[in-house]
């Protein structure tokens, strides 16, 4: 450890995995952190949330076993013990002619899928092996290392994607419901950066995890380690000249100076953040953009079966995905709830009609037509809106993220900044990217430093 280091203040704003995750490894290489965060709790998108007796997550459920740096942290913080596997996770696709299995982790009983074209089971065996030949050349924490395997798949969609390699029907009653379902996209506003960053990586592999005792239970691991100041939002990062550091103005108005600043909120929050942006910065900020999510959640008197639905799109409806999850009181959750995603469109009309509170509106005729008396068993309702679910990689925003990363880690340009950015759009749209980007905007910022002290001492 370097004691110049020890010298230095790093202010992190944004207490997601992102955040928590540089400061923690900052904190590791000797400097001084300290975090600040707007919510009551830490988090952000991994969070644990109650209403009433109604339980449910502020965003990530699953951790997936190819999550590098994610799943490091949390064997380095000795949680290893309280992953749960789910096996074979599962779910009935509504579709026209009836239900069909898709497993969330692709598997060869994927190929038993109905409604396939023999020439498309074929080539969903040839897909396989080359995704396996992909598996060392792409990093499943990075969408953006699939760039150098193939730049293309940066440009194309993942609709046009799949379409012209698996065909019509692959994407029509395997890989879309899976994206609207989990993700709330359709594949035809992203690239296939993402896909091809991690599906590689998903074969062979048959199980994902939960936590035990909830998603939040990483984060405030990390915080219990750290310095943490929450319910405070920053309002602005004013940079300074080279050397004289940033000053953040809280929202009660307390100026606070730091010699670094680590930027770890939401991406397109970032932009009304920090002043006077370089232009590197603004090109950046400008092309994040976020899908919005909407779910209900319900508690229910009855007995539910555990269940789990997807829709193909264009089945009527506007729920995308139908979750009935039994009562579990020693894992803490009281009542029988079940969890209704909303479809893309169906955000989009929320939007559109100023329903974002009142979600319920949306879904309960659906819900009266699949359940005999519905409401006379509906003890709770929450309404969950999530205005920012995940970054958007649109095609072309791929090669954006690379090159702001190339400024970031160039001494002579972003190096000369006292500001770093992380999260998940910077990285990959899951846990594992925005810890990974934790990491990697501490280490940018630790060789920042060193190379500051190096001028100061020659
Ligand atoms: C519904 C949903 C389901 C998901 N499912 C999965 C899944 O199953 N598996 C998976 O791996 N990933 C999943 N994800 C993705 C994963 O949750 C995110 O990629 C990850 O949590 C993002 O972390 P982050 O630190 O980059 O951002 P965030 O968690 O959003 O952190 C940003 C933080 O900045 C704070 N902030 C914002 N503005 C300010 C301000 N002005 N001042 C101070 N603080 C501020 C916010 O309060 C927040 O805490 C899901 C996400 C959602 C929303």
Not at 40 to 50: L, N
Not at 232 to 251: H, K, N, S
Not at 264 to 274: D, F, N, T
């Amino acid at each position: 450890m370097s004691h110049s280091l020890s010298d230095r203040h790093v202010a992190v704003v944004g207490a997601g995995i992102a955040g928590l995750t540089a400061a923690y490894r900052l904190q590791q290489a000797g400097v001084r952190v300290t975090v600040f965060d707007a919510q009551p709790v830490v988090g952000g998108r991994m969070g644990d949330r109650r209403e009433g007796d109604l339980v449910f997550n502020s965003g990530a459920r699953l951790v997936y076993p190819f999550g590098q740096a994610f799943n490091r942290l949390v064997e380095e913080l000795s949680l290893g013990d309280a992953l749960v596997p789910l096996h074979r996770l599962s779910a009935q696709c509504i579709a026209p002619g009836g239900a069909h299995t898709i497993e969330l982790m692709p598997s060869p009983r994927s190929l038993a899928t109905p409604g396939l074209a023999a020439g498309e089971r074929l080539r969903l065996v040839t897909h396989a092996l080359s995704m396996r030949r992909l598996k060392p050349r792409v990093d499943p924490d990075w969408a953006t290392s699939a760039l150098d395997a193939d730049p293309r798949l940066d440009r194309i969609t993942l609709a046009e994607y799949i379409r012209e390699t698996l065909g019509p029907n692959v994407l029509a009653r395997m890989v879309e419901p899976v994206f609207r379902a989990t993700r709330s996209f359709n594949p035809e506003t992203l690239s296939a950066l993402f896909y091809a960053s991690t599906v590689p990586h998903m074969i062979g592999e048959t199980t994902v995890h939960t936590l035990k005792g909830g998603m939040g239970r990483v984060c405030h691991a990390l915080a219990a380690q750290l310095t943490v100041r929450t319910s405070t939002p920053v309002r602005t990062i004013r940079r300074g000249a080279v050397g004289d550091g940033v000053e953040l103005t809280l929202a009660n108005g307390e100026r606070v100076h730091a010699d670094y600043a680590v930027c770890a909120v939401e991406g397109s929050l970032a932009k009304a953040l920090v002043e006077a942006p370089t232009s590197a910065e603004r090109t950046m900020l400008d092309a994040v953009r976020y899908n919005a999510l909407g779910v209900v959640h319900y508690g229910f008197a009855l007995p539910l079966p555990p269940k789990m639905n997807f829709a193909m799109r264009g089945q009527p409806g506007r729920i995308a995905t139908y979750q009935q999850l039994p009562a579990a009181p020693a894992s803490g959750r009281p009542l029988n709830q079940i969890y209704c995603q909303l479809t893309p469109e169906a955000a989009d009309e929320a939007v559109r009609r100023g329903l974002e509170n009142e979600l319920d509106v949306l879904v309960r005729e659906e819900l009266r037509a699949r359940i005999p008396d519905f409401d006379r068993h509906v003890v709770a309702v929450a309404n969950q809106w999530i205005p920012r679910k995940l970054p958007v990689f649109s095609p072309g925003y791929g090669a954006r993220v690379a090159n702001f990363w190339a400024w970031q880690e160039d001494r002579r340009q972003g190096g000369a900044s006292a500001i770093v950015y992380c999260g998940d759009w910077l990285s990959q749209a899951l846990l594992t990217g925005a810890c990974a980007s934790g990491e990697r905007a501490a280490k940018t910022l630790v060789a920042r430093m060193q190379s500051a002290v190096t001028r100061v001492s020659a």
